[in-house]
């Protein structure tokens, strides 16, 4: 039973045509790494995996959960499906500790006691124990984006998805954004990351899934597709030097 | 030609002073906790619901934005009676600037509601929390610490408006005013006067919000970094 | 007896009216001239003409319209001038808009990028120089939504001066109703033209605030 389930999703913005008929499944523990140019759709299609776009035909099915349009339906998935974007957006107004807690109080109704010990928790597991009272703005942005990854990682979703988390970071603080997301694979949380980090994901993503011009164009195990590319485009896409 | 000024006379009568400015006072802390309450329910409604109520709602803002502060009270204070309901000089007052600030409020917290930055609301959004939860915890305190100053500012003007009220016989600073300067023919050194307690008030408003928005909107937290770059 | 509002009732309030805004267009004319000087006081070199000019700014600033015209009014009787009340009304006007207007400007030649005066500078302008060729105009358009924000403001403050028995727009209403005792025809009929005059006002400023910050691409 697919954990993640993308069935025939065309979606438009205005007058084009962005997601022209994708299908996808993802099954529990897998990794699996979106690749591709700008505009080929990729962080479309993660933003309607939890909703953020509508879509305008297809099903897409998530932990158990058929993606509605709005309401209460929708928030019991976003509880099961975790997203990091690329520019954080951590809360400014509140500390790291308070902005881990957050949904865990307020959409879970968990008590703060409890809500703080798992803040801690998932703080340590990205290795920023220290920083549960600091606030967002004293903190670089790689330890930013970890935070923002803990505070994901507090509400224990089943699926989590990565947009580009690195590409607004300074190359030397990637490094340990890249650790953290390879340590969350390793212990066996189901990914599907958007990336342009081609070595991470040969390495970490146990399938690839290359898109182009709206649909997916070629996919399959991680090794094989950067060794072996059997499209010209992505031939073209991976030897115009993204590597 | 020189001038003669004599404040003994205006200051002799400081029993009137004390009294207008104690009314002043009352008018001013109930139209601004009224005023700023209206507003900020009004600026979640008009960002929670449906498109009707939004309409309404800049209905009103732009009404009372468009038209005197003393044609409104005059249209309270002799209108309303005429409908049957009864209120005297001070409640039609209250009334009046309670209905003039909450219109302000709510242009001021609604540019501070659309100042956060969508990807913030998405977050939230992500983190299952619902549409209100969002509002309450996400929005809602940085809107109002970047709109601070023009709060504050506007709170200042309101109390400065009670001094219309005087058109309709409410005893306050500015009807003591006339009152002491029909008692006592000094009309230049009571006006004097009066001008410089107005702006002790004025001033002594300012340091009281400026301190608020410091307690609230703390300088280390993000929330106080919001509330200075507005200035 | 009392009075049935009629369409001459009406024609007394509009009429009115021209007084409104004869007074909002002397308090321009003359605040804005005093407030173009307040602004430079503010941002001069000279530390006395700051606080001067900031002093009046917050003078005016903390004190009711209303009493900032009884202060011109007996002010002005007070220094041996006998003139018609219209006049203090328009003097007092005149104050609080150079106040107000200063302030506004002020913020606009603040808002005049810090590079402008170093390059004008680095090219051996005056002072003068510098703000007539430079700073002025780029100030200019910074200024103009907020000064046509504040001309609202204006028109809605010359209501209070209705109190020195200039028969203005407010204080028209005010003698119909004590004739016809018809509050809400006579102050509805007051409020919709204070409305007709501040209405496209306000939304001329919003425009030009919009097609501004469009423009600096912000």
């Known amino acids: 039973m697919p954990v993640v389930r993308i069935d025939g999703v065309h979606k438009r913005f205005g007058a084009q045509e962005v997601l022209k008929g994708v299908d996808l499944t993802v099954e529990t523990g897998e990794v699996v790494a979106i690749i591709g140019r700008s505009g080929s759709g990729k962080s479309t ?8 776009e509508p879509v305008q035909s297809g099903v ?19 509880k099961d499906v975790g997203i990091v974007f690329q520019s954080y957006n951590l809360f400014p107004h509140l500390r790291v500790g308070e902005n881990i807690m957050l949904a865990p109080r307020v959409a879970l109704g968990i008590n703060k006691a409890e809500a703080a010990a798992r803040a801690r928790e998932v703080l340590a597991e990205v290795g920023l124990a220290d920083r549960f009272d600091a606030w967002p703005d004293n903190l670089s942005g790689g330890q930013q984006q970890r935070v923002a990854i803990a505070r994901s990682l507090a509400m224990r979703p089943k699926v989590m998805l990565f947009d580009e988390v690195t590409s607004a970071l300074d190359p030397e603080l990637t490094g340990e954004v890249l650790a953290t997301m390879e340590r969350l694979a390793q212990l066996g949380m189901t990914m599907l990351l958007v990336t342009h980090e081609m070595a991470f994901a040969a390495r970490v993503a146990s399938r690839t899934v290359f898109m182009h011009q709206g649909r997916i164009w070629e996919s399959g195990p991680s090794k094989r597709l950067f060794a072996a590319p059997e499209t010209p485009e992505l031939q073209q896409f991976l030897g115009s030097g993204l590597k | 030609m020189g001038f003669h000024f004599q404040f003994q006379p205006v200051l002799a009568r400081s029993d009137l002073l004390l009294e207008g400015l104690w009314l002043t006072l009352q008018l001013a802390a109930l139209g601004i ?45 002799f209108g309303l009676p005429s409908l049957g309901v009864k209120l005297n000089a001070e409640q039609a007052a209250v009334l009046g600037l309670v209905i003039y600030l909450g219109a302000y409020v709510t242009e001021i917290v609604r540019a501070g509601i659309e100042s956060v930055h969508r990807s913030q609301i998405e977050a939230g959004l992500s983190l299952a929390l619902s549409r209100w939860q969002v509002f309450r915890h996400i929005v809602l305190a940085p ?8 709060l504050a500012s506007q709170f200042t003007l309101v109390m400065l408006a009670t001094s219309v009220c005087s058109f309709i016989s409410v005893q306050e600073l500015s009807a003591q005013a006339a009152n002491i300067e029909s ?49 | 007896m009392i009075r049935q509002f009629t369409a001459s009732e009406f024609i007394f309030i509009l009429t009115s009216a021209r007084w409104t805004l004869l007074l909002t267009l002397l308090a321009l004319l003359l605040g804005g001239a005093l407030g173009f000087l307040v602004a430079i006081g503010r941002t001069s070199r000279y530390a006395s003409l700051r606080w001067l000019a900031g002093g009046w700014i917050t003078v005016v600033q903390g004190i009711p319209v209303l009493i900032l015209l009884f202060l011109s009014y007996y002010g002005l009787a007070l220094a041996g001038f006998d003139l018609p009340p219209i006049i203090a009304a328009s003097v007092s006007m005149a104050l609080y808009a150079s106040a107000y207007l200063g302030e506004i400007w002020r913020g606009a030649i603040q808002s005049v990028p810090w590079q402008q005066w170093e390059a004008s500078a680095a090219l051996a302008l005056s002072r003068a120089q510098q703000y007539r060729h430079v700073i002025l105009p780029q100030a200019f358009r910074i200024a103009v939504p907020p000064t046509v924000g504040f001309i609202v403001q204006l028109v809605k403050n010359t209501s209070i001066v209705s109190v020195v028995g200039v028969i203005e727009l407010a204080r028209a209403g005010n003698l119909v109703n004590n004739a016809t005792f018809s509050p809400f025809k006579v102050f509805g009929t007051v409020a919709a033209i204070y409305f007709a005059i501040c209405w496209p006002i306000s939304l001329l400023a919003r425009r030009l605030e919009r097609r501004l910050h469009a423009g600096r691409a912000n």
């Open chain 2, 33 to 77: 906790l009224g005023g700023a309450l209206l507003g900020i329910l009004l600026a979640m409604s008009r960002g929670l619901g449906p498109r009707a109520t939004r309409w309404l709602i800049d209905c009103y803002v732009e009404l009372i934005r468009n038209t005197p502060f003393l044609v409104q009270l005059l249209l309270i204070y």
């Open chain 2, 183 to 231: 008692d006592t023919f000094r009309s230049f050194e009571t006006y004097i006067v009066v001008a410089l307690v107005y702006l002790g008030l004025a001033l002594l408003l300012r340091g009281l919000l400026a301190l608020l928005g410091a307690a609230l909107f703390p300088a280390g937290s993000g929330l106080g970094r919001l509330r200075q770059t507005a200035r």
């Open chain 1, 45 to 52: 299609l993660l933003r309607c995996i939890n909703g953020l």
């Open chain 1, 60 to 78: 897409i099915d998530v932990a158990g959960h058929r993606l509605e349009a709005g309401g209460r339906a929708l928030r019991e998935l976003r």
């Open chain 2, 143 to 150: 809107a109002i610490a970047r709109v601070w100053p023009a």
